[in-house]
C-alpha cells in the first residue's frame, strides 16, 4: 500500500511529517494478506512501530464519513512503561490530527481523576499502562464494550514485569470480534502463549532478521577490572563525546550513585528511575532534548520506550540480564536509520557469559580494551582543532575585542588561553589499572594483566605470604585478584608481590615492612568469619606453596562437579558469576564476584 491509498486524513499528516516511503514493518502491516487480520508482529526497536500499529488499525476506526463521534473507545494500546504510553500517544495524536481523533492517556503516576473526565468526555483512542487501565476498569471509568482494536505493545516486557494477570484482565474485558495485534522486539514462548489464547488465526510477521543486533548499531566489548567499572565509563564518555549518552545500571541504588559521581566531575548529567515523579522524569528527559543535559544514568524500566534523537552511544555499565534485554537497552540508540555505538563494560570474571549472550543474540562485538587518558586527549586535541578552525561568521564587535586582545597579548599566547579554556570545561579522564595486553580476542588474548611473578626483584627481598582461600579451581585470576587484594588491604598493586594459584588456593607476597598494616586492614573489612561480602577469606600462610601443589593438574576427579557442571561455573544468566563450590574449604557456599557499581 502507497500513502496515497490509506484514508485522507492519515495520508494528509504523513505528508506533513516528510513521510515518504514506509518503513519494512509498516509495510508488511498493510499488506493485503494481513488486512484485518490479528498480528503478532516481532520488529526492532526504533523501526516505527507506533506508526505501523498506528495506520493497520485505521479500517477498523474510520467509516464512511470518517471516525464517528468520540464515546466509548474503539482502539485501546497498552505500553509497559509510561514514557513509552506517553511517546505512543504523542505520536498518534499528530497522524490522527487530521481526523480530529480524541486520544486519551491513562498511566501511573498521573492524576486519575483527570483521566476519569478525560474518558467520560468520550474518546476514540486510550493509550495506557496495565495498571491503570485495569484500575480505570474496575472503577468502572473505563468500558471496553465497543472496542474494535486491542494493541499489546512490547508485550514481552510487560510480561517480564509481571504484568500478565493484568493484562489478561483487560482483553477479557473486550468484545471477542476485537482485533488484536500483539508488537514485540522478540517472541519469547509466554507471548507465543498469550497470542493463542487470545487471538484468532494470527498472521505472524518479522522485520527483525537474522541478526538479532540492530544494523545501525556498532557493538564494542570492554575487558576490564571489577574495580573500573565507574572510572571505565567516564573515559567512554570522554573518548565519544556523544550529543547524548545513555548509561545503564541494574538498581536504583547503583543509577544515584553513578549520577552524582558524573554531576561530581563535571558531566551534565540526568537520572531516571522509578524513585523519580513524573514531573521529575519529563524535566530529564526535556533536558536531555534542548542540551541542558548531555547524559542520562537509567534502569532497564525507566528507560523503556524513550525516544531521544540525539542519542548516539549507549553504556551497559552493569551487565544486561541476558539478551532480549541487552538488545532492548542498545535499541535506544541505532533508531530510524541513525548510527548508533553500544559499549558493554565486561570485568574480566565475567568474559565467559559475556560471549556466550553476544552469541545467542547473534551479535558481532568488538573486542576492546578501556580508554587510556593518551587517547582521549588525543582525540580532544583533534576536536578541539576541528571546532576551533570550522569556519564562523565574525561580526564588527568580535573583531573590535580581538583587536584589543592582540594589544595586550601575542597571537600564540592568546591561542594558548584559549586552548587553556576549552580543555577546563572537560571532565578529566581517569587513570585505570594497567593492562599488558588490549582485550581484542579469544583466550590468549583477553587482556591479560602480567602478575608480577618474582620473588626477588626490588623491595620483595623480605616477604610475608597471604593465602586466600579460592585458586583455579574457582577460575582464580591476577585480573581480579589485584583489585581485590588493593580493595581489602588498602594497598596499591605496585605493594604486592608473586601470586602463585593453586588448585583450591592463592598465595601472594607483601613486603614484611607493610604486613601488619595489610592484615589490619583486611581484618576490618571481612564479615564474620573472616570473608569478606564476595566470599573470599584471605589471612597470613606459613610461606609459599609448595611445588606439588603449584604443579597439581587443573582437573581431575570431582572437578566437574567443583565446576558447577559443564558450563565451567557460570551462573544463572543475569546473577553474578559462579566460581564454583568449594569441596576443600570446608562445604563453604561458591565464590561469587563481588556485585559493583
Not at 131 to 151: I, M, N, T
Not at 460 to 485: K, S
Not at 569 to 578: D, E, T, V
Request: proline share 7%; hydrophobic share 40%; with cysteine.
Amino acid at each position: 500500500m502507497t500513502i496515497a491509498n490509506l484514508p485522507p486524513p492519515l495520508s494528509e499528516a504523513l505528508a506533513e511529517r516528510g513521510y515518504a516511503a514506509f518503513t519494512p514493518v509498516q509495510d508488511a502491516v498493510l499488506a493485503p494478506d494481513a488486512h484485518g487480520r490479528d498480528l503478532i508482529v516481532s520488529a526492532q526497536t526504533g523501526s516505527g512501530k507506533t506508526v505501523a500499529f498506528g495506520l493497520a488499525m485505521a479500517d477498523q476506526l474510520f467509516e464512511a464519513e470518517g471516525l464517528p463521534q468520540a464515546g466509548l473507545p474503539l482502539a485501546l494500546i497498552v505500553a509497559p512503561t509510561r514514557e513509552l504510553a506517553l511517546q505512543v500517544s504523542r505520536e498518534l495524536e499528530w497522524l490522527y490530527s487530521k481526523a480530529r481523533a480524541r486520544v486519551v492517556t491513562c498511566v501511573g503516576g498521573m492524576d486519575a481523576s483527570k483521566e476519569r473526565r478525560a474518558l467520560s468526555y468520550g474518546t476514540h483512542i486510550v493509550v495506557g499502562t496495565p495498571g491503570r487501565l485495569r484500575d480505570h476498569l474496575e472503577r468502572g471509568s473505563l468500558d471496553l464494550s465497543g472496542l474494535r482494536v486491542a494493541v499489546l505493545d512490547e508485550a514481552d516486557e510487560m510480561l517480564d514485569m509481571g504484568f500478565r494477570e493484568d493484562l489478561e484482565h483487560i482483553l477479557d474485558a473486550t468484545p471477542d470480534g476485537r482485533r488484536t495485534m500483539l508488537f514485540s522486539a522478540t517472541l519469547p514462548k509466554p507471548i507465543v502463549a498469550l497470542a493463542k489464547r487470545y487471538q484468532r488465526d494470527a498472521l505472524r510477521i518479522s522485520t527483525a532478521g537474522e541478526d538479532r543486533g540492530h544494523g545501525d548499531i556498532v557493538y564494542q566489548a570492554v575487558t576490564i577490572s571489577p574495580s573500573d567499572i565507574e572510572h571505565s565509563a567516564i573515559n567512554l564518555l570522554r573518548l565519544h563525546e556523544a550529543q547524548t549518552a545513555m548509561l545503564f545500571c541494574a538498581t536504583r541504588d547503583n543509577v544515584r550513585h553513578l549520577h552524582a559521581s558524573l554531576v561530581e566531575r563535571g558531566f551534565a548529567a540526568v537520572a531516571l528511575s522509578g524513585e523519580h515523579s513524573q514531573n521529575e522524569r519529563n524535566a530529564a528527559l526535556q533536558a536531555l532534548r534542548d542540551g541542558r543535559a548531555r547524559v542520562c544514568v537509567a534502569t532497564d524500566v525507566a528507560a523503556r520506550g524513550i525516544d531521544l534523537p540525539t542519542l548516539s552511544l549507549v553504556i551497559h555499565v552493569e551487565l544486561p540480564r541476558d539478551a532480549e534485554t541487552l538488545q532492548h537497552r542498545s535499541g535506544r540508540t541505532g533508531r530510524a536509520g541513525r548510527k548508533g555505538t553500544a559499549v558493554l563494560l565486561v570485568p574480566y570474571p565475567r568474559r565467559r557469559r559475556v560471549e556466550m549472550m553476544l552469541r545467542s543474540a547473534r551479535i558481532n562485538a568488538e573486542w576492546i580494551g578501556a580508554p587510556t587518558p593518551e587517547e582521549i586527549r588525543a582525540k580532544d586535541r583533534e576536536r578541539m582543532l576541528e571546532a576551533l578552525l570550522a569556519p564562523v561568521e565574525i561580526d564588527e564587535e568580535d573583531r573590535a575585542l580581538a583587536k584589543l586582545l592582540l594589544e595586550q597579548r601575542g597571537p600564540e599566547e592568546i591561542a594558548a588561553l584559549l586552548v587553556k579554556a576549552h580543555r577546563s570545561a572537560l571532565p578529566a579522564p581517569e587513570e585505570l589499572i594497567e593492562q599488558s595486553a588490549r582485550a581484542n580476542g579469544p583466550a590468549g588474548e583477553r587482556g591479560e594483566r602480567s602478575a608480577p611473578t618474582d620473588g626477588h626483584r626490588a623491595g620483595f627481598e623480605d616477604v610475608v605470604w597471604f593465602r586466600m582461600d579460592v585458586g583455579r579451581r574457582q577460575n582464580a585470576d591476577p585480573r581480579w585478584i589485584l583489585p581485590l587484594l588493593c580493595r581489602r588491604g588498602h594497598i596499591t598493586k605496585n605493594e604486592i608481590g608473586a601470586i602463585r594459584i593453586a588448585p583450591n588456593e592463592t598465595r601472594f607476597q607483601v613486603p614484611r615492612a607493610m604486613a601488619a598494616r595489610f592484615a589490619a586492614a583486611v581484618a576490618r573489612t571481612a564479615e564474620a568469619g573472616g570473608e569478606d561480602e564476595s566470599g573470599v577469606r584471605i589471612e597470613e600462610a606459613d610461606g609459599p606453596p609448595s611445588h606439588a601443589e603449584q604443579r597439581a593438574p587443573r582437573s581431575g576427579p570431582g572437578d566437574r562437579a567443583d565446576r558447577g557442571g559443564p558450563s565451567g561455573g557460570q551462573g544463572a544468566p543475569g546473577g553474578p558469576p559462579r566460581y564454583g563450590p568449594r569441596a576443600s574449604a570446608g562445604g563453604k557456599p561458591p565464590y561469587k564476584g563481588k556485585r559493583t557499581r
